[in-house]
């Protein structure tokens, strides 16, 4: 019995804001189905956040409707659950994978949490935040019991874990069960295969590059998918490597020798099919960045889709085009909470954010709702809170206000 395992496909993601990036996207998933059909598997599972959004947009879900019936035509079956980003986390919401149950994708959710191929048990559950940990833990009892009565068994989860993941993670090592044959895991985008229990832990890493932190694990692991054989007494599994259409090229310049520099880059992606995104640091530069910025992209902006420079200067570092990749507010979030002692209550304010912070209002009320029904077993609504001791508070009467002081400001020539 074999099967492929991709995850983290993200149809429709539009990097920096470019269609050529999403095309890239599409372009990928597309050689993936092709190479799935060419392996002759027996069936495929996706682990989470096929689509960028849980409103996928009409050339999203066509391209996946064209795989998925690719798939069929080969007689190969499909199996998904939804990932962080394929939810809205509202309250009776659907993930679009189920839009496509009628053209055959079996699809992993908690009311169907598992399903029979052949004699292989397929277990999971769709992606948990962090404030619903509690639950998930007890959902993940209940199939371990199941998958007790299987001699082949495979769990699909969308989920970081401490050990991969480092501080913003939904569950730890531990909290996994031990007896599945295979852990078929999405979310985190880089190559991770390691023994766990008595099978193999695998995240098979994202299709295409999301974000310019994943460049060093490509380097080393590539992109693409996973082939597992389940016909040994363990798992045996074998990386298969997808070509990415576009190449990122990441360069350091020094500002003395610009030219010679340049030259070195238009030699490397003159001849490529597409142009790549070009990181560059630009390093001692002694005149206005303005200036070098434009004199780069009159060399390369021709052969490059995207220049992301980094000027350093002689006395400080400038970044034209910060990277997104940084850590911070939920790590602050996460230290600030540690008094509590309560990882549920760390958890939901890190979820919290991710949907403020993305003005996902609905989806962040049905949050706090869910995690006040799983903790106090009541609706928020129905708690009632007490006071100790009404405290009367009276206004400060205002200060009047001082009377301007007369200013004066010299501007420099050049100064607005």
């Given at each position: 019995?074999?099967?492929?395992?991709?995850?983290?496909?993200?149809?429709?993601?539009?990097?920096?804001?470019?269609?050529?990036?999403?095309?890239?996207?599409?372009?990928?998933?597309?050689?993936?189905?092709?190479?799935?059909?060419?392996?002759?598997?027996?069936?495929?599972?996706?682990?989470?956040?096929?689509?960028?959004?849980?409103?996928?947009?009409?050339?999203?879900?066509?391209?996946?409707?064209?795989?998925?019936?690719?798939?069929?035509?080969?007689?190969?079956?499909?199996?998904?659950?939804?990932?962080?980003?394929?939810?809205?986390?509202?309250?009776?919401?659907?993930?679009?994978?189920?839009?496509?149950?009628?053209?055959?994708?079996?699809?992993?959710?908690?009311?169907?949490?598992?399903y029979m191929h052949g004699d292989v048990f397929i277990a999971g559950l769709p992606f948990y935040p962090a404030s619903q940990?509690?639950?998930?833990?007890?959902?993940?009892?209940?199939?371990?019991?199941?998958?007790?009565?299987?001699?082949?068994?495979?769990?699909?989860?969308?989920?970081?874990?401490?050990?991969?993941?480092?501080?913003?993670?939904?569950?730890?090592?531990?909290?996994?069960?031990?007896?599945?044959?295979?852990?078929?895991?999405?979310?985190?985008?880089?190559?991770?295969?390691?023994?766990?229990?008595?099978?193999?832990?695998?995240?098979?890493?994202?299709?295409?590059?999301?974000?310019?932190?994943?460049?060093?694990?490509?380097?080393?692991?590539?992109?693409?998918?996973?082939?597992?054989?389940?016909?040994?007494?363990?798992?045996?599994?074998?990386?298969?490597?997808?070509?990415?259409?576009?190449?990122?090229?990441?360069?350091?310049?020094?500002?003395?020798?610009?030219?010679?520099?340049?030259?070195?880059?238009?030699?490397?992606?003159?001849?490529?099919?597409?142009?790549?995104?070009?990181?560059?640091?630009?390093?001692?530069?002694?005149?206005?960045?303005?200036?070098?910025?434009?004199?780069?992209?009159?060399?390369?902006?021709?052969?490059?889709?995207?220049?992301?420079?980094?000027f350093n200067m002689a006395d400080e570092e400038i970044i034209l085009y910060p990277e997104n990749d940084s850590v911070g507010?939920?790590?602050i979030i996460g230290k600030q909470l540690e008094e509590y002692k309560d990882d549920e209550i760390i958890g939901l304010a890190?979820?919290?954010?991710?949907?403020?912070?993305?003005?996902?209002?609905?989806?962040?009320?049905?949050?706090?709702?869910?995690?006040?029904?799983?903790?106090?077993?009541?609706?928020?609504?129905?708690?009632?809170?007490?006071?100790?001791?009404?405290?009367?508070?009276?206004?400060?009467?205002?200060?009047?206000?001082?009377?301007?002081?007369?200013?004066?400001?010299?501007?420099?020539?050049?100064?607005?």
């Amino acid at each position: 019995m074999k099967f492929a395992h991709l995850a983290d496909t993200h149809l429709g993601y539009r990097q920096f804001g470019l269609v050529e990036r999403e095309k890239d996207f599409y372009e990928v998933f597309e050689k993936v189905i092709d190479k799935i059909i060419e392996e002759k598997v027996d069936f495929v599972i996706h682990s989470g956040d096929l689509f960028e959004t849980a409103r996928p947009s009409p050339i999203a879900l066509l391209t996946f409707q064209k795989g998925l019936l690719k798939l069929k035509g080969a007689g190969i079956q499909m199996y998904a659950i939804a990932g962080n980003h394929d939810i809205v986390m509202r309250n009776d919401s659907i993930p679009p994978q189920v839009i496509f149950k009628k053209l055959g994708l079996k699809v992993i959710s908690p009311i169907n949490t598992n399903y029979m191929h052949g004699d292989v048990f397929i277990a999971g559950l769709p992606f948990y935040p962090a404030s619903q940990a509690k639950n998930l833990k007890s959902k993940l009892a209940e199939l371990s019991k199941k998958a007790a009565n299987h001699e082949k068994s495979i769990l699909v989860l969308h989920q970081s874990i401490d050990k991969y993941f480092g501080y913003n993670y939904e569950l730890e090592i531990g909290d996994l069960p031990d007896n599945f044959t295979y852990y078929a895991l999405g979310h985190i985008h880089q190559y991770i295969a390691d023994n766990y229990g008595e099978g193999k832990l695998v995240y098979p890493g994202s299709g295409e590059i999301w974000k310019t932190n994943e460049l060093k694990d490509y380097r080393e692991n590539g992109k693409g998918f996973v082939l597992v054989d389940l016909d040994g007494p363990k798992p045996l599994i074998k990386r298969v490597k997808i070509d990415i259409p576009r190449e990122f090229i990441e360069r350091s310049l020094d500002y003395n020798k610009l030219e010679s520099g340049i030259a070195g880059i238009k030699e490397t992606i003159k001849d490529f099919d597409k142009k790549p995104i070009l990181n560059l640091t630009i390093n001692n530069v002694e005149s206005n960045t303005t200036r070098v910025y434009e004199m780069i992209r009159e060399e390369l902006g021709d052969l490059s889709l995207m220049i992301r420079p980094t000027f350093n200067m002689a006395d400080e570092e400038i970044i034209l085009y910060p990277e997104n990749d940084s850590v911070g507010p939920k790590e602050i979030i996460g230290k600030q909470l540690e008094e509590y002692k309560d990882d549920e209550i760390i958890g939901l304010a890190k979820d919290l954010y991710d949907y403020l912070s993305k003005d996902k209002i609905d989806e962040s009320k049905s949050l706090v709702d869910q995690f006040f029904e799983d903790k106090y077993h009541t609706p928020v609504e129905d708690l009632e809170f007490e006071v100790e001791e009404e405290i009367e508070y009276e206004a400060p009467k205002p200060k009047s206000k001082p009377k301007p002081k007369d200013v004066q400001v010299k501007f420099e020539e050049g100064q607005e």
